[in-house]
C-alpha cells in the first residue's frame, strides 16, 4: 500500500473563469498556466511521484466528464476514476472517494484529497509537506488540512482559525483547528490578519479513510449512510453540503499545517495577475491596441481577433466565440449571478 493514496478532485465547473470555462469546458481544463498545461494535467503531474506512478493516482469527477479527464490524462488507468453520478456538493464527493479507496485498500489507506485547479509551488516543498502530513495523520488519526499565509485581507476565501499547537511533524508546526469561517467582507478578514492566528482554506485534505469514515458516521449520517447501503443510487438521497459543514466543523480531529509553499486557487480573471506577476499593469493575452488603459486583463480565445480599448481602467475583457464579457475588476465575484440571467434567457441556455 502506497504511503498516501492521492486523489484529484475534479468535479467543479469554475464559472468565474466565464466565458472561457463553459459547461462542456470546466476550468480545469483551461490551458492558463504559463507553461502552457492545463490544471488538472499540472496538477496530476504534481501527484504521480507522491502516487508511486500513474497506477496510484485516482481522479473523483462527475460522469460527463470522464471521457475528458481520460483525453487530458490518458497515462491515467480508466479504473482509477471516481465517478460521481450527479454533483452533491463536496461532502458527498469526500464520502463518495473515502469509500471507493477504502474498498481497494482498505482502512489503513490514506488519503490526499487535491483540487484540480490550484496552482502550488514548489513541487519538491509541496510534496514533503503531504508525506509529512500523511505519516502525522496515520499515527494520530487526524484530518489535516494545509492552512495559507495570507497576503491580503481576500474576501474570497474561507478562513482557518488555528488552536493550541499540537507538535511538529519533520520541521512543520502542526495545530488543533479551532474553528472555519465562511468568507467574510472586508472590515472581518482585516481583523483576521491582525490576529496573525488565521489562514486561508487551502482545501486540500489528508486523512486516514478509516477516520474519515468514523467522522462521517458521526457528523453526516445522511451524507455517508446512504452511500454505504444503497451505493451509486444513495447520490439522490445525499443533502448537498460541503465536507465543511458536515464534518469539518464538527470534528475534534481535525488539524492544520501552515503550509510551506506558494498556493493560489485561481479562483477567477483576477488570478492571472498574480500568476503571471503583472499586478498594477495590463495582462494582455489577447492582441491589443489601447490608449490610457491600465490595470486591465483582456483574454481572446482566437489569437487573429484584436481587442481595442480607450481609456478603461481596472476591467476584465474576454473574448471566447460568440461571448464577450467586460467587467469591473472588483465585481468579478459576481459571475455566478450573471449566469443565471442566461438560464432564463431563452436561447441563451448553451452560454452558460
Known sequence: MPAIVPVILAGGKGERFWPLSRQDRPKQF???????KSLIRATAERLVPLAEGWQGLFVAT?????GKILEELPELPVENLILEPEPRDTAAAVAWTTLQVWARYGEEAVLGLFPADHYIAPAEAFRSAVTDGAGYAREHGAILTFGIHPTHPATGYGYIERGESAGLVGELSVFKIARF???????????YLETQ????????????????????????????????????????????????????????????IPAPFTWDDLGDWTALE????????????????????NGAIIYATAKDEVVVTLGLEDVVIVRDGNVTLVAKKSRIQEIKSLLQRFKQEQGLENLA
Open 181 to 191: 469561517t465562511e468568507k467574510p467582507d472586508r472590515p472581518t478578514a482585516e481583523a
Open 197 to 256: 492566528r488565521f489562514y486561508w482554506n487551502s482545501g486540500i485534505f489528508v486523512f486516514p479513510a478509516q477516520t474519515m469514515l468514523e467522522e462521517l458516521a458521526r457528523h453526516a449520517p445522511d451524507v455517508i449512510g446512504p452511500l454505504e447501503t444503497l451505493g451509486a443510487e444513495g447520490f439522490r438521497k445525499v443533502p448537498r453540503t460541503s465536507i465543511d459543514y458536515a464534518v469539518m466543523e464538527r470534528t475534534n480531529r481535525a488539524y492544520v
Open 30 to 36: 483551461l490551458k492558463i498556466l504559463p507553461e502552457g
Open 274 to 293: 498574480r500568476l503571471l506577476g503583472s499586478e498594477g499593469r495590463n495582462v494582455e493575452l489577447a492582441k491589443h491596441i489601447g490608449i490610457d488603459t
Open 62 to 66: 462527475a460522469h460527463a466528464l470522464a
